[in-house]
Structures are given as structure tokens and as C-alpha cells.
């Protein structure tokens, strides 16, 4: 039998590719992102079996270091997964990956995934986790976007269970956050905010959340199935110190729409104005005073 010749899906131009001059960290070498490979039967690919964080780097400094090294080390243990280096290792791996590049004002990506094995789901067909960093310039959302603030829709996706993979384990596998973004997408929006199954708000995306009424602060318990975030922590200190009271409070759509000021916060957004959900105006449409203010605070925070 002839067969037809294959169209090679290789030779296509991806406009996304990363710049062929990074180098990246991987498994104790710095090598060229050309030459990084992970490994089709890597269980992180295969089954989405793996955990990340992002970390910025400010002024050359990793911000928040010890604080996300914590995170990936605590999602790692829930899903029984073995980091193959040590916290202070990992420092050092981090560090190689943001000088080689230059990075003075960026991200850093870690991840540890499972591993090459076999195929087959249990851990025991894997037995070498593997580490990545990568030190690259970020994309954020533009500046008028914290001048205008988001457009928000409520997700029919919902967040995971916390009964499910926890949400305060940052796994490989976003896919009910990406399908969330993509209804916000579809309707024209920026971001979705995703409810639990009980109703209550949780967070947005890759965001946390926070709405301001009448003098209060709230933002969801950790309870409710979030990642606990640390730029979320920050904020609330931040508010704290401004004498601003901070609670941490279920909150169903309608506390939503009818609060003075919305924002999230996260590593990437830093803190970035909501001004709608579901096409319903928060207060005038405008960031509010307290987003701008704690917007103000966190950026001094962060420079210091
Ligand atoms: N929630 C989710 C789902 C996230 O992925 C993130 C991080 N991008 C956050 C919240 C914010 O967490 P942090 O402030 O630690 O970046």
C-alpha cells in the first residue's frame, strides 16, 4: 500500500516561539532553548502530573523567594511528589537561570514535573522528576488596562472542588482556569471569576480576589478553594497597615456587583482594577480609590 506523504507540522512558524537566545535551567544545566527538550513520555506532558510557580524579579532581586519556593515544595508534597534538589539548590538554579539571561526586571517559570516513565498513571512508573526554570521578560496586561480596569464575566466553569486536586496546589494541569478565561474571551470580556461548588467567589483565572464595601476589605477564606496567594498576602497587610479592616468572607455574585471597589492581585497583574461583572457596573465603572491606593503601596512594597 502507498501512503500519502505527511505534511510536516514542524516546518510551521510559530509566531510564539521563545527567543532562540535564552537559556534555560534544566535538570542542573543551562542550555539553549533550542536545545531544551522535555520528553514525550514525561508524565507532566502526559498527565499533566507536575507543579509550578511564577516568581518576578524586580531591581535583580527575586521577589518573594522563600515564600514561593515554600508554595512549590507544599504542592509538591500533596501530590507526592519528590523535588530532586534541595530549597537552597533551587535558589541557586533560579539565579544561574536569571543571570544568564540579564534578566534585571522580569519572571521566573518553575516547574517540576513527574518525570520520564512509563505509560500508566502510577507514580512508581516514574521514579526522576525533572526541574525547569526559565528566566524571561513578561508579558502583563497593558497600562490602560490598569487605567480602565477589567471587564469580568462569571464563569460557568466552576473552580476545582478542594476535595479534588486542591487549588492550593499550583499543578500542571490549569485546564479549568483556561476553559474559564475562554468564556471570558468569548464574551468579550477580560477575565472570568470562578465560583465554587457552594456558590461562593473564589478567584479569578490566575488571580486573587478582593472587593471593598463600606469600609471593609474582603477577600475569599483559602477554605474556599483558592490558591493562597502571595501578592494576596501582601495586600492584606498592605490594607492593614492603611488602618483599612480586612476580612476574610464568603462572598456570592450579588456582593459582587453591588461592592465599591473590585481588584485582583497575583504575581503577574500585581493588583488590577475590576470594573464590571457580568455587565453590571462596580460603583461607576472607574478604579476606585482603595485599588489606587493599595496599587500605590504595593508598588513602593516591591521597589523597596
Ligand atoms: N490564583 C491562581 C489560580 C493563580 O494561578 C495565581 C498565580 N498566578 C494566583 C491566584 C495569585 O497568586 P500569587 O499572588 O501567589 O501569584
Known sequence: MITAPQPSLSTRVNPFA???????WQDGELIPVTEAKVSVFDHGLLY????????????????KEAEHIERIYESAKCIALEIPMTPEQMRVAMRQAMEANN?????????????????????????CPSVIVIAASIELYPAEVYERGLNCITAGT????P???????KSLNYLNNILAKLEATNAGADEAILFNPNGYATE???????????GVLHTPPVSCGILDGIT?????????????????SLLIRHDIYVADEVFLTGTAAEIVPVVSLDKRLIKDGKPGPITKQLTEDFIAYRSN
Open 18 to 24: 521563545p527567543d532562540p537566545n535564552l537559556q534555560v
Open 48 to 63: 499533566g502530573d507536575g507543579v509550578f510557580e511564577g516568581i518576578r524579579i524586580y531591581n535583580g532581586k527575586i521577589f
Open 103 to 127: 534578566i534585571v526586571d522580569g519572571y521566573i517559570r518553575l516547574l517540576v514535573t513527574r518525570g520520564v516513565g512509563l505509560l500508566g498513571i502510577a507514580i512508581q512508573k516514574a521514579a
Open 158 to 161: 466552576l473552580r476545582n472542588h
Open 163 to 169: 476535595q479534588t486536586v486542591s487549588p492550593r496546589v
Open 204 to 214: 479569578g483565572t490566575g488571580d486573587n480576589l478582593f472587593i471593598y464595601k463600606k
Open 232 to 248: 494576596r498576602e501582601i495586600v492584606m497587610e498592605l490594607a492593614t497597615k492603611r488602618g483599612i479592616e480586612v476580612r476574610e
